[in-house]
């Protein structure tokens, strides 16, 4: 399914793994986060973007996301997918798409985990 974008399995080499718990839309600045799913997922994406800088990493090297959207549906998903697609770049990981009834808190619609492979 590589031609979908992402692996059905993803492999890591031996080597380190850097394990990021889930971001979700909040800015730096404290303004609100954005209403729409897609606006949190291009903020939550963007905050993993930073981690990824900080670890010396790129997309190339995430082995795994996991994106859980509230009320989920395919739409939803797939406007969330936007974001993913520009944070992993050329990259395959092994995606999950989860629905859930809430996360942290009500003003919050998406969160993304990932697991890295540290260069």
Known sequence: ?????????????????????????????????????????????VNLA???????????DIVMLRLYVVDATTEKFQQAQVALDELKGDGMPSITTIGVQALYSPDILVEIEMVVRLP
């Open 1 to 45: 399914m590589a031609s979908a974008g992402y692996s059905q399995i993803s492999v890591a080499e031996p080597g380190r793994l850097a394990f990021l718990s889930g971001q979700v839309a909040w800015l730096p600045s404290g303004e609100e986060a954005p209403k729409d799913v897609a606006g949190q997922a291009k903020v939550a994406a």
């Open 50 to 60: 930073s981690a990824l800088k900080e670890l010396g990493a790129s997309g190339k």
